[in-house]
DNA sequence: CTGTTAGCGCGTTCAG
DNA sequence: CTGAACGCGCTAACAG
């Protein structure tokens, strides 16, 4: 039934010549006969012949696959750079195992095992909502196997990054909002422990104290931003619930933030006139919402690109240099309704 | 520096005993004495032993890989397949391969030709918006290597394949349009080529007839549905030029049905007074426009779950007689504003 | 330009 | 219950 799998020794005994000689033919080695070449090709493609990536990969101790592990497949920004991240790999000859850590930590660590025994040449990770330490990355630098991490960081000795400067990016929107004649600014994030969303603290902050508005505690939200379980709907009600009442908020995520502009309204808030709105990643959703939401442009699948560029050029050996670099990608502010209390510009 | 990888002769010679018993304690062989194994999994973990999954693969001829071709990887019903397929494949010890055809024919050729050089166990595809024909899968089913499709499907031999009823769906939908009042819908939706299409469009002529509506050429838009390239501005045009100008409309679709309904507004037409609208998926996206966007439930997470544990049963032998069947999801109409002529229900 | 040889690490007969 | 020996298919010396 399955018919036999054939190897370079089926070739080498249909042509009579060696299976070294077979398997430097298949790989267009410079040493071959151009004849002898055709000849080995030829006979390959007719007797159905694909060459056994194990065989290989036991000889040469790599798998030409790429590790990636993400927080979640189910977001617009993750699926982006994914994107990137495939059409770059696919290009360059390398096959992505991607896997999930459904922001849980511990997943996190059993992806990075199953990823560590599957042998990946080399790791792209943005972290889970809650790791707190990266020491199952170690056996990955113990090793010497390339590991990157993009968006959700951690400064690893060795690891580049590949990241957006989401400090600026926070100040120039929460900027942007005091402009706007807001006053009292909530803050809407994730768990701070988790670079992109410190920082964009940190820039909120900073834009704050930069125009004399004074931060406390009470004006910051965290949460899951997991549009996809309900979270929203709390949030929504913390900030309804702030006394006084904010005139506006920064939310570090578009589509939690597209649902808490519906929570809002619900409740009979006029957004931007009682609540400015601003979101963050520039995802789809932000221009189809009414009223479009003012949001930082992400590049997520440029992100994607250059992840795995990086981490493939140094595979490849062209750049030993660029181990502890940390790629800053640009992002943008783009101003839409949802900001605009003095109306259009 | 690199450390050097160890295996299990290493580990024999640690122990004093043989390479064989090694490798049958570690993989928990039965005849295996109690202590022994003990042993050996100790000082394994103690030298930081992994198995070597290539020496395995050779010898074993599996791969415990699955691989899977995607149309796209951003867009949220794909996401939210391969996250189910993900979960259940992770948690059966299966790696996912995952690569995008980018709606191409040829790109799906040369991801079909990749996943199986890199010997997949089984492959599970969505079909590219332009494939014509199945003939580059052929090579995994003479060799035996289970094929699965799901959402854009072909009826190829020996495989099973994972839908909604997309007919049922459609028809349903149109329904409800033709129950609000509409007397001329028109129907935006991808290549007929495509089964998911297809279905669509032959349910929405059928409810049309059995409603004593008449369907016409003219009120057919064929696009892309690609969201993320500005088709859907074409697409709406085309809709505002149709004349008498249609006063409902089945998007199959929810995101390129939210941009349109933008264009729409943006050219002065009320949704659902002048036009309502109807998409499909029950993309969160649906829920967030304004009016919401009534639409067909699509269980996309359940779908990746579904397929994958399909093929992994059948991979495990558990079901041999599964091959040709047809699993058929359930989806549901969600009625919301975008559709409602007649006001609340 | 081509062939010979050897070994990558594992699992599996077949013998004890 | 354990060991010896072989081979999965490929590639990299080393020789010619």
Redesign the interface.
Known sequence: ???K?ITIYDIAKALDISPATVSRGLRDHPAINRKTKKKIMDIAKEM?Y??????S??RL?R?N?IGVIVH?????F???V??GM??VA?ESGY??????S?ESMAKEV??AN?M????VDGLMVSLAYDTEDVSHFD?FI???IPLLFFDRVYKHKNCPTVVIDNFKSAYEITTHLIKQGCKRIAHVTGDLKRNVYADRFEGYKKALEDNGLVYSDELLIINYLN??IGHNVDAAQQLLNMNPRPDGVFITND?FA??CM?ELRLAGVAVPQDIAVAGFNND??S????PNLTTINYPS?EMGEVAAKTLINHLKGESNMLLTDSIVLKSELIIRESSLKKGLL
């Open positions: 039934m399955k018919n799998e159905g694909r060459s056994n990536t194990f065989a990969s036991l101790k798998t696959t979640r497949l189910d977001s617009y993750v699926a982006m994914l994107a495939e059409k696919s096959n992505l195992i991607i896997s999930q459904l059993a992806n199953t560590f025994n599957s042998r056996p113990t090793k010497g549009e996809h589509a597209a649902y519906r789809p959703i221009e189809l919402v009414d699948y």
